[in-house]
């Protein structure tokens, strides 16, 4: 079963920045998509950004023009740059396949955007 280990999380000030990281378990990592999702208290989890096998990326419009989805094949690591960071952001970070509403997830990573 695919493991999938989010960190890079922090608190930041509005206007700030950071770089999530995702380590994924799979040897296959190269040829399936990605995506990233975020779920804030009393919220449902919602996708973010979303990475093809290719490399086409499409984003939620909240995020679009602030967050870069990418990926290092190499390292079967997936990554988001979150640029001009807003206290709405806050937020539980994780990553999966795009659409999923199964069960398996990982711990995620804590992001905080407060002034």
């Known amino acids: 079963q695919v493991q999938f280990e989010e960190s890079g999380g922090g608190s930041v000030q509005p206007g700030g920045s950071l770089r999530l990281s995702c380590a994924v378990s799979?040897?296959?990592?190269?040829?399936?998509?990605m995506a990233w999702y975020r779920q804030a208290p009393g919220n449902q989890r919602n996708q973010v950004a979303y990475?093809?096998?290719?490399?086409?990326?499409t984003y939620a419009d909240s995020t679009l023009g602030r967050f870069t989805i990418s990926k290092d094949n190499t390292k079967n690591t997936l990554y988001l740059q979150m640029n001009n960071l807003k206290p709405e952001d806050t937020a539980v970070y994780y990553c999966?396949?795009?659409?999923?509403?199964?069960?398996?997830w990982g711990q995620g990573t804590q992001v905080t955007v407060s002034s």
């Open positions: 990475i093809g096998a290719g490399g086409t990326t």
């Open positions: 799979s040897r296959l990592f190269r040829t399936f998509p």
């Open positions: 999966n396949y795009p659409n999923y509403s199964g069960e398996t």
